[in-house]
């Protein structure tokens, strides 16, 4: 298995935790808190899949999915269009609502699109390129895609336990 067939089941997992943790609920269960600052199932699909967005776009050159298929007017929330959810106070995560799961989902599944045609066209030795030079040491484009699968399928194992309170309720 290559460094690209790797990155790009990785992807491809989160992707189906994506659809396992928010289909079949509705609007009102993927808003549901554990408590009230509690993150909502919607807010953390929604969360992971800007970042992954962000982060693809910035490292293969591309328009994020967000603006460029028209995903920021579609979900219709009250941020900039730059947001992606790091740092939202408990008010902003209780802001993202939908109407329908296919939304989440829909703007994941051409995410994932997107991540998945970048990873799979890379060459082992992209993996060493720098692509921030803001720490030290300076981030390469493997610590980065390694980072975006960590922190996505922390979230989508997070929104997976919230279904699962929320099924008990």
């Known amino acids: 298995m290559t460094p690209a067939e790797l990155l790009a089941d990785a992807f491809t997992r989160i992707r189906d935790g994506v659809h396992g943790a928010v289909e079949g609920l509705t609007p ?3 808003v549901q808190r554990i408590d009230d600052r509690a993150n909502t199932i919607a807010w953390l699909v929604w969360h992971l899949t800007r970042v992954q967005d962000d982060h693809i776009a910035a490292v293969a050159g591309t328009e994020q999915v967000w603006t460029s298929q028209g995903w920021a007017r579609r979900f219709g929330l009250p941020f900039d269009d730059s947001a992606t ?24 599944d ?14 082992d030795a992209d993996l060493d390129r720098v692509v921030d030079e803001a720490w030290d040491p300076p981030v390469t484009l493997g610590v980065r895609l390694v980072s975006v699968v960590s922190d996505d399928l922390q979230h989508v194992g997070q929104a997976g336990f919230v279904r699962g309170i929320v099924h008990r309720r």
């Open 28 to 30: 009102d269960q993927l």
């Open 85 to 108: 959810g790091y740092g939202q106070s408990p008010d902003e995560v209780a802001a993202v609502r939908v109407e329908r799961p296919d939304l989440l989902t829909g703007y994941h």
């Open 110 to 123: 051409a995410v994932a699109e997107q991540t998945l045609r970048y990873v799979r066209g890379l060459a």
